[in-house]
């Protein structure tokens, strides 16, 4: 009776530890900036949406979140790190965001431009898209044919690069 009673036991731990491990993200993303304030900016930004965790790296211009899917998901974190000036390839910033950030902080819009516009293309529901050559190359939310935006599903909506 006691073995059944640590085995039920251990069971019901074991099957909400893997729930809870279930529903950690880990993303990663690029989004633009200069500096170490601009690194505190895109963190803050991106923990205040709701990620527990948040890295982003200046020279790669990576931005790693982890966060809980049933409290956030990655389309609220960019559209945060959007609204405080930082441009990234889920969300661009308004000028009127952009402009408040510090002099050292602004960045070269035109590659932040390109790489929204290329997240734009994921955005067209159920129309089959050849973003890669329209943006002359593999779009950062295509993998393997299908879109990996969060939202679509995996809809086949943008082409692999021939």
């Given at each position: ?12 731990l ?41 890295t ?27 609204a ?75 082409k692999?690069?021939?």
């Amino acid at each position: 009776m006691k073995t059944i009673r640590i085995f039920s036991l251990t069971s019901l731990l074991m099957a909400f530890t893997i729930m809870v491990s279930a529903q950690a993200k880990t993303e990663t993303f690029k989004v633009s900036g200069n500096c170490g304030m601009c690194k505190s900016n895109i963190e803050k930004a991106a923990k205040d949406a709701g990620a527990k965790s948040a890295t982003w790296n200046a020279d790669t211009k990576d931005l790693i979140v982890s966060y809980k899917s049933s409290t956030t998901n990655t389309a609220k974190i960019q559209e945060k790190i959007a609204a405080v000036g930082y441009d990234n390839v889920g969300a661009t910033a308004s000028t009127e965001s952009y402009n408040k950030l510090h002099g050292c902080c602004k960045y070269d819009r035109t590659m932040a431009t390109t790489d929204a516009a290329k997240a734009d293309c994921c955005k067209k529901d159920g129309e089959k898209m050849d973003c890669s050559k329209m943006m002359g190359e593999k779009m950062d939310c295509c993998k393997d044919g299908k879109c990996t935006k969060e939202g679509h599903n995996g809809k086949d909506c943008c082409k692999k690069s021939e």
